[in-house]
């Protein structure tokens, strides 16, 4: 990030660019997975940069001399913006045409001559080519040096950590204080960067849900690792071989993972779990289990659509992008926002504050629903950056310095700094954001060293602006405390899940399978906003926070049980689509419907149970309809159901009978 940031900024100043800025920007924003994602959004980036301009250029003409008509491609272009950053898939596009958006309409409302305009339109493309073009190049670089997959290897770092921690238990050895902190480092850590990897990336619908499920049921298992690592106990021999067993299971997961293999299910011996000594050590071998059902089995359900359906697989837009009222809302709130600080700089008279539109922007990229707690490190980070560095460099350092050199070495000391709060961990990581940004806007604009502190006064009051609209809006007007919006999004995400066991209803099939599509994307989306409502739930006080946290450790914990039974049903829904190679007898695929209505009527009642109605109590009739399922098979004329069942069916009725234990369980604990 220091390097690619540094790079943008000597080619920059060296030949007089105007705009910069964003492209020392991008560096710290653009998401990093593999060599080949990265030239893929390289190009990608490219694109949206000459879409982008070709959108002010073009509306422009259409719009510059009547006010009434600018001023509403001014709030529809906000709306656009804030819209593609909640439903692009390429976190880099998104990124672009925000900038683009934040800095051509504040350029366009200047009194000076449309070439004028034109040219700096054309700079700001320049400017993002280069920083896309300097950060692709970096990242290949480092590749090349350090090559591995972004999504796996944080994954199985953790894995590798926990065997080592749970080998010195079962060896009866001394833990190592490096390895203690180690697995309390990657606890505090936590998955936010991963998630959002996995939400940007362009891998199939099936290896994303698959592994946002991994994902979350091993931080899961971090957590359960550092809770251990603080407690004082005596493991008995029994406890040992549970330990050395444990320790086995996560190890071959590992290894299955780095390989890209299968993974067959993993099961413990629990008869002597009531003299075990040890604490959370059951909880931990559940986890594992569930970790290796979320594994097992490596084919996707999209490698079997009939290949006449021809089928769109959206790489650019969430699938989703349509249908789900959540991106609508988050544009809507975003757009009112931005348009609150442009009405209010237009109406002052006050150009120099147009950086609180660009705030507005570049925040929302960062978070999607922000806490008071997250808009004081906001806050801290733009007084950090803008105030004590920015305008302190400018009276104590910058007139001393007389060539790039000095500049340089400050730049990479600012740069260092903010990208080290970035990485640190999700609660520090928009301070680090802030306070690069305010840095960035007040010495990066121009190719020059400004010798008025007007400017820099500007800039960071309009950086205050924007994050005093953005928490007016999101927080106040538009907003909820974390654990309230995560109890919403747990009820969604139960009967997002249960509209989900209903489909397909009485569509053809290639519609069925897009809508089917596009729900997994939601319900992804869902139980991927849920562990970030959870991150905001610590940041929060008050009177009621031990309750809040209480109910923050329970959703968590059925969060994980919701995940596996989400890729479970997933695994089932080809047998309801009837997809090649997964047709099911016509008695059985009945009997299928049935068992798939009454999961849908358990789901929808724990939701009701879990907003508090009284009259939502109803026993679920799932253990029944998963008899019918085994006794059709047995009429079919499948007497052994252990032996010879076809392989299709004895894996359909194993995943059914897991879904019933998942859903049973889930409901007999809320």
């Known amino acids: 990030m220091v390097i690619a940031s540094t790079l943008v900024m000597i080619i920059v100043m060296t030949f007089r660019i105007p705009y910069g800025f964003q492209g020392a920007v991008y560096a710290l924003l653009i998401s990093r997975e593999n060599p080949r994602a990265t030239v893929q959004a390289a190009a990608t980036v490219f694109f949206i940069t000459v879409i982008g301009a070709a959108y002010l250029l073009v509306s422009a003409w259409f719009i510059i001399s009547d006010p009434a008509l600018h001023f509403l491609w001014v709030i529809g272009s906000f709306f656009a ?73 944080p994954i199985t770092d953790q894995l590798s950590a926990v065997t080592n921690l749970l080998s010195c238990y ?22 936010s960067r991963l998630r959002r990897l996995l939400r940007r990336s362009n891998h199939s619908h099936h290896y994303c849900e698959r592994m946002g499920a991994v994902a979350v049921l091993v931080r899961r298992l971090i957590d359960l690792a550092a809770a251990l690592s603080e407690l004082s106990f005596k493991p008995s021999a029994n406890d040992q071989l549970r330990f050395r067993n444990l320790a086995s299971s996560v190890a071959s997961i590992r290894n299955n993972l780095i390989n890209r293999q299968s993974l067959e299910p993993v099961r413990f011996n ?65 757009c009112l926002a931005a348009s609150g600080c442009y009405m209010f ?24 629903g922000a806490s008071r707690q997250k808009q004081i490190l906001r806050i801290t980070g733009v007084v950090a950056g803008g105030l004590l560095i920015g305008i302190g460099s400018q009276v104590f350092i910058l007139p001393h ?69 953005m928490w007016l809006v999101f927080d106040q007007l538009w907003g909820a405390p974390s654990v309230v919006g995560m109890k919403k999004t747990f009820v969604s995400s139960l009967r997002l899940l249960a509209q989900f066991a209903r489909e397909p209803l009485s569509e053809p099939q290639a519609t069925s399978i897009k809508q089917g599509i596009a729900l997994r994307e939601t319900i992804n989306t869902n139980l991927d906003n849920l562990m970030a409502l959870a991150d905001g739930v610590l940041l929060e006080f008050g009177p009621s926070r031990e309750q809040n946290l209480v109910l923050r450790d329970r959703i968590r914990q059925w969060q994980t049980q919701l995940r596996v039974l989400f890729i479970t049903r997933i695994a089932l829904w080809k047998y309801r689509m009837r997809l090649s190679g997964f047709q099911l007898p016509e008695t059985i695929w009945l009997a299928q419907r049935e068992f798939d209505d009454e999961l849908a ?28 399922i085994e006794q059709t098979a047995q009429t079919f004329g499948l007497t052994d159901l252990q032996g010879v069942l076809p392989e299709q069916l004895k894996t359909f009725l194993i995943l059914s009978r897991r879904l019933e234990a998942l859903a049973t369980s889930l409901d007999a604990d809320i």
């Open 345 to 368: 700089y237009n109406a002052a008279a006050w150009p120099g504050i147009s950086t609180s539109v660009t705030t507005c922007l570049l925040t929302a990229l960062s978070t999607i």
């Open 270 to 334: 629990r008869e002597q779990e009531s003299a075990s000594a040890v604490p959370l050590l059951a909880e931990m071998e559940d986890t594992v289990t569930l970790i290796s059902e979320a594994l097992e089995g490596s084919r996707s359900a999209d490698q079997y659509l009939p290949a006449s359906d021809d089928i769109p697989r959206p790489a650019l837009f969430a699938p989703d992008a349509l249908v789900n009222p959540g991106h609508y809302q988050f544009a809507l709130k975003g």
């Open 81 to 153: 913006a804030f819209y593609a950053i909640s439903t692009l898939r390429n976190y880099t596009a998104a990124v672009i045409f925000a900038i683009m958006i934040s800095i051509g309409v504040p350029l366009w409302d200047r009194h000076v001559p449309a070439e004028t305009n034109v040219e700096d339109t054309l700079w700001l493309v320049l400017g993002a080519f280069i920083g896309v073009a300097i950060t692709a190049g970096v990242e290949l670089a480092f590749a090349r040096l350090q090559p591995g997959d972004e999504i796996v290897l």
């Open 601 to 628: 009527k358990t789901l929808d009642s724990i939701a009701d149970r879990f907003e508090g109605q009284p009259t939502a109590r109803r026993e679920s009739q799932l253990d029944a309809r998963l008899k019918h």
């Open 401 to 469: 310095l007389d060539s790039i050199v000095g500049f340089t070495v400050l730049f990479v000391f600012v740069t260092a700094l903010s990208s080290w709060f970035m990485t640190s961990s999700p609660r520090l990581s928009y301070f680090g954001l802030q306070m690069a940004l305010a840095f960035y806007l007040i010495n990066l604009q121009e190719f020059k060293i400004q010798t008025s502190l007007e400017v820099a006064r500007d800039r960071v009051l309009g950086i205050m602006l924007g994050l005093f609209m």
């Open 170 to 191: 079962a060896e009866e050895r001394t833990v190592d204080p490096a390895l203690e902190q180690q697995v309390i480092r990657l606890d505090m850590l936590g998955t």
